[in-house]
């Protein structure tokens, strides 16, 4: 059974950073493209960023270019987003995600975390 477990979110106030972890199991990241998406109140699931199965390329969303970065832990079959110069127009649940394919699109990924709420306050 395929699991991916978001930790790590939190309450920080503008400025401030947060790293958030993603651990997989039942399946091996190395061979998977890892997105992290983000779901506001009301809102629909919005591509942050993405990591390719090679671990080598990546693909940001304009809104987080030069602050959110993510990596991958290929020994803890883990990833991670660093959030940097977080601002209150991040706050958001957050979710991993894991596809065999490059995508945007959240409906493209094949298994999804339950989340982690980040909450930037002003």
């Known amino acids: 059974q395929v699991q991916l477990v978001e930790s790590g979110g939190g309450l920080v106030q503008a400025g401030g950073s947060l790293r958030l972890s993603c651990a997989a199991s039942g399946l091996s990241l190395s061979t998977y493209g890892m997105g992290w998406f983000r779901q506001a109140p009301g809102k629909e699931h919005v591509f942050v960023l993405r990591?390719?199965?090679?671990?080598?390329?990546?693909y940001y969303a304009d809104s987080v270019k030069g602050r959110f970065t993510i990596s991958r832990d290929n020994a803890k079959n883990t990833v991670y987003l660093q959030m940097n110069s977080l601002k209150p127009e991040d706050t958001a649940v957050y979710y991993c995600?894991?596809?065999?394919?490059?995508?945007?699109?959240?409906?493209?990924?094949?298994?999804w975390g339950q989340g982690t709420q980040v909450t930037v306050s002003s």
């Open positions: 990591l390719s199965r090679s671990g080598y390329s990546t």
């Open positions: 995600a894991a596809a065999t394919k490059f995508s945007t699109d959240w409906d493209q990924y094949d298994y």
